[in-house]
């Protein structure tokens, strides 16, 4: 088990604030982030999110995985 999970198939235009809303009811999430691109500061369609322990971050993983955000199914790995 881990204690972090990739985040995938995320809009471009999605940020960090959108991210930590997302997880609102999910419980001891310590961060989350998306990747960004340099040049333009957009996702780069993919973050990841820490948790503080594994029973944590496959709660989340359950709820989470197929979640709609900004209209693209939320891919949790």
Do not use: M
Not at 27 to 42: G, P
């Amino acid at each position: 088990p881990t204690d972090s999970l990739f985040l995938g198939n995320l809009d471009h235009e999605t940020s960090e604030e959108e991210l930590w809303f997302l997880f609102t009811n999910v419980e001891n999430v310590i961060d989350a982030w998306t990747v960004v691109d340099n040049e333009t500061s957009l996702c780069k369609g993919f973050g990841y999110a820490r948790f503080a322990d594994s029973t944590s971050a496959q709660n989340a993983l359950r709820l989470l995985h197929g979640k709609e955000l900004n209209g693209r199914p939320l891919r949790v790995d």
